[in-house]
């Protein structure tokens, strides 16, 4: 069997697994399941307190549609032995603006920090998820990934958490933010997680140096007492200035999309500050840091019905990247990205064997559930209520179309959030972006049944990382080269 015929095997069989975890776990009470243990929150006299902005929070201009210009692609480096690989990866992604002093003066400075081959679970693979620095070569426009240029290698792959967030190794959760402030210096900020919530609560949070043959991780803190599917999926800045006037100076966004709505109906987002002073002195080791609510929609863990949610929320949705842009025009947004599922009905059980986007739902467990919903919520008909035959084993939430999107909110409207002027599921976005027309989606074929295919495509994109100097935003496209990602750009203007 050949190495990647061996990894499409065991991601294959780990998903059934998964899927199978999901509904048993989603059919128990799972009320407390993700509570964070009895530590004490870190409440030194210099740690920031929420401080509500009691004025009026006006909105300023926005980001728009039109503003989105594609520049192009280009491929990661590197072979296919993991865990030293991007095959399977792609996790997580950050840009470093320093990186790469001596690159091309081709307008694209800068180096990308991004995550290799994930670990898997009962010892497979636990050192994945290293994290390698690469270049950023000019992008091109291509009909096929192979004429795209290739990135280089600036620092190799690194297992910069050997030793931390150990116990989360089953389909992992990844984000990665470089800050470098006057407090602390340069860091690569990193959130972790995983599909389902540990056996024993566990922080989620740390940071590491950018030299990724000495990375020091410290930490790790958990983020107050928020869910722990709310938390570890993305991570990006916070522009100071907005920081300091409506989160008391905390510059860094978390947050997580968690499939099924356990997290709550479209993406989540909290500010927090991992240091104590000005400094930079770490909150202690497993200390719960101080976050303050963005942006928070309601869980499906709370009520069967789709309400408090994102417009046109939909359980199969995938919210994998953020950015919080503000451009050289004065524009600001706060973006998320991910594969929107848009189809008129979705279900939990299978994609149908013909392709034909009707639903094939899991037959056991009708009745107990609403395992099949219409675009605006309802129930589906009984005719929807029945399992196909001749579909395979993967096992979880469809929708009979997706699309890849950028969805953009208005930063006024989660400041209103945060000042306790709207509720936390209140935020909607403002305009949305479909990005399908300039990806490859050529999944590999030893993965299409567990990603789909056409209009019911899985995991279009992942991770996103902004220069906010130069309006950049870099963009993973999931298994677009094989089984590894590639990269796409836009310019903002």
């Known amino acids: 069997m050949s190495t990647r015929t061996a990894r499409s095997a065991e991601i294959t069989a780990l998903f059934l697994g998964i899927f199978l975890l999901l509904f048993f776990s989603g059919c128990s009470d799972t009320s407390n399941a993700d509570q964070p243990p009895d530590?004490?929150?870190?409440?030194?006299s210099s740690d920031p307190a929420q401080l509500p902005y009691e004025g009026n929070i006006p909105s300023g201009s926005l980001v728009r549609p039109a503003d989105f210009e594609y520049l192009g692609a280009f491929r990661l480096p590197g072979g296919d032995d993991r865990p030293l690989t991007f095959a399977y990866g792609g996790n997580a992604m950050t840009f470093r603006p320093d990186g790469d002093p001596g690159g091309a003066d081709d307008g694209f400075p800068g180096s990308l920090f991004i995550t290799g081959h994930d670990r898997m679970p009962y010892g497979e693979l636990p050192d994945?998820?290293?994290?390698?620095e690469i270049s950023i070569p000019a992008p091109i426009m291509a009909s096929q990934v192979a004429e795209l240029d290739r990135a280089q290698f600036l620092q190799d792959f690194h297992d910069v958490a050997e030793g931390f967030f150990a116990e989360m190794?089953?389909?992992?959760?990844?984000?990665?933010?470089?800050?470098?402030?006057?407090?602390?210096g340069a860091k690569i900020h990193i959130a972790w997680g995983q599909h389902f919530v540990p056996e024993s609560p566990a922080p989620t949070h740390a940071w590491f140096d950018p030299d990724l043959s000495a990375p020091q991780m410290t930490g790790s803190w958990f983020i107050g007492g928020q869910s722990f599917y709310s938390v570890n999926g993305y991570l990006f800045e916070i522009p100071a200035s907005w920081a300091d006037t409506y989160a008391a100076g905390r510059v860094l966004a978390t947050g997580r999309f968690r499939d099924g709505g356990w997290s709550g109906m479209g993406p989540a987002l909290f500010a927090y500050r991992p240091w104590i002073d000005d400094q930079g002195t770490p909150a202690e080791s497993g200390a719960h840091l101080q976050g303050i609510t963005l942006l928070h929609y309601e869980s499906s863990e709370n009520t069967p019905d789709i309400e408090r949610a994102l417009d046109g929320?939909?359980?199969?949705?995938?919210?994998?990247?953020?950015?919080w842009?503000?451009?050289?025009?004065g524009n600001a947004a706060v973006l998320f990205a991910g594969t929107?599922?848009?189809?008129?009905?979705?279900?939990?059980g299978y994609m149908h064997?013909?392709?034909?986007?009707?639903p094939c739902v899991d037959g056991a467990f009708v009745g107990q559930f609403n395992v099949c919903l219409m675009a605006d919520g309802t129930p589906c008909t009984e005719a929807d209520l029945t399992e196909c035959s001749g579909h395979n084993d993967n096992r979880g939430w469809w929708s009979s179309r997706f699309d890849a999107q950028f969805i953009l909110y208005d930063p006024a409207d989660l400041a209103r959030v945060a000042a306790g002027q709207l509720e936390s599921w209140e935020p909607q976005p403002y305009a949305s972006l479909d990005i399908d027309e300039y990806l490859f989606l050529n999944p590999p074929e030893s993965e299409g049944e567990m990603l789909g295919w056409g209009d019911q495509r899985l995991a279009r994109i992942g991770a996103v990382a902004y220069d906010r100097e130069n309006d950049l935003l870099y963009v993973l496209e999931l298994f677009a080269d094989d089984d590894k990602p590639v990269i796409h750009l836009w310019r903002i203007g």
């Open 39 to 44: 530590l004490p929150t870190a409440t030194l």
């Open 128 to 132: 994945g998820d290293q994290v390698a």
């Open 169 to 184: 190794d089953e389909l992992p959760r990844l984000g990665l933010q470089y800050l470098d402030t006057p407090a602390t």
């Open 313 to 323: 929320y939909q359980h199969p949705d995938e919210w994998e990247g953020g950015a």
């Open 325 to 329: 842009l503000t451009t050289a025009s």
């Open 340 to 348: 929107k599922g848009t189809g008129e009905r979705y279900w939990y």
């Open 353 to 358: 064997p013909s392709g034909s986007g009707e």
